[in-house]
């Protein structure tokens, strides 16, 4: 079936691989989170890739997770982290007197930090998965999406700061919400964009975490550097998050079992545990985690 590509619009993509929505159905049950509601109707999932941009995505497009889905997962300690990585390294880039939009804040915990070591003239949140609208004393969450936020003269070209972080993978209409971020921007304000990386051992990494509901799609450098062609940005930097002492375990599974058979991979995980095998490999990545690239991948642009 010919598809065309969402981030570069009029593009076809190619067809990669499928996956089997019984298996994605299964893997969330583990979490206790019945996904089978939002298949229904669908017999077939694919991966495509856009033929200029590398980027790949699921499809059909209309899988993304609901609020239902994602109050579930946010129920669990290790989904959300209010301070990460990259929060570290966006932070560096915006000054005093600044304009600041997250989107997809969640509860506001970066726009709460910026706040507590910067001076901001306006901060301001995006947030579809919260009923309420939040006023806080140093930053409002609007429960609106960046497309329609940005139709605003008050929003338009008013932020000198627009980030967001691990939400573009969740998203099927990526150039529009992406067009939406940048239209946002002042001219010279900084666009920042975190995302999981790819090129990572998430690529062997077979989680149902990293396919739809959750990630309706798959960023790496090739893809990100490419906004700077469909978009009035330029790519700063990128930011390669180290490997964080919580990923060492998916590290070693992706990298030293995935490439077997799932029941064969599981006897082997468990044989390694109980030689010791296992924890001596635990323990030198340990060791040389900080030279290995992590899970996530931050861009930074400059709008002209």
């Known amino acids: 079936k010919k598809i065309d590509s969402p981030l570069v619009l009029g593009t076809s993509a190619t067809y990669v691989r499928s996956v089997s929505i019984k298996k994605i159905i299964k893997g969330y049950k ?11 109707g669908v017999d077939r999932l694919s991966i495509y890739k856009c033929q200029s941009s ?15 889905f994602y109050e579930s997962l946010q129920s669990f300690d290790w989904y959300y982290m209010p301070w990460k990585w990259e929060h570290n390294i966006a932070i560096s880039y915006i000054a005093d007197s600044q304009c600041l939009l997250e989107v997809g ?17 306006r901060t301001v ?22 497309q329609d936020f940005q139709k605003s003269k008050s929003n338009n070209e008013m932020f000198d700061v627009v980030c967001s972080f691990q939400v573009l993978e ?4 990526v150039f529009s ?3 939406a971020k940048v239209n946002c921007l002042k001219i010279g304000g900084k666009l920042l964009i975190s995302v999981p990386n790819n090129e990572s051992y998430l690529r062997n990494n077979d989680s149902v975490l990293n396919m739809p509901q959750h990630h309706v799609g798959l960023w790496n450098s090739v893809s990100l550097r490419y906004l700077e062609k469909v978009l009035p940005v330029k790519l700063i930097e990128l930011h390669y998050e180290p490997l964080q002492e919580y990923h060492v375990d998916g590290y070693i599974c992706s990298t030293y079992f995935s490439q077997y058979p799932k029941l064969f991979s599981r006897v082997l995980q468990r044989m390694s545990k109980l030689t010791g095998w296992y924890k001596r490999i635990k323990r030198k990545v340990e060791l040389e985690r900080e030279s290995i690239i992590g899970h996530t991948i931050l861009a930074v642009y400059e709008k002209y």
């Open 30 to 40: 583990k979490f206790g989170i019945d996904t089978s509601r939002i298949f229904s």
């Open 54 to 68: 590398e980027y790949e995505f699921y499809y059909p497009f209309d899988v993304e997770g609901d609020s239902i």
């Open 105 to 121: 804040c969640a509860h506001g915990a970066f726009l709460n930090e910026a706040n507590n070591r910067l001076k901001l003239q």
């Open 125 to 146: 949140g995006l947030e579809l998965n919260e009923t309420t609208p939040i006023n806080e004393k140093n930053f409002s969450i609007v429960n609106e999406s960046v």
């Open 170 to 173: 969740h998203i099927s209409e």
């Open 177 to 179: 919400f992406v067009e």
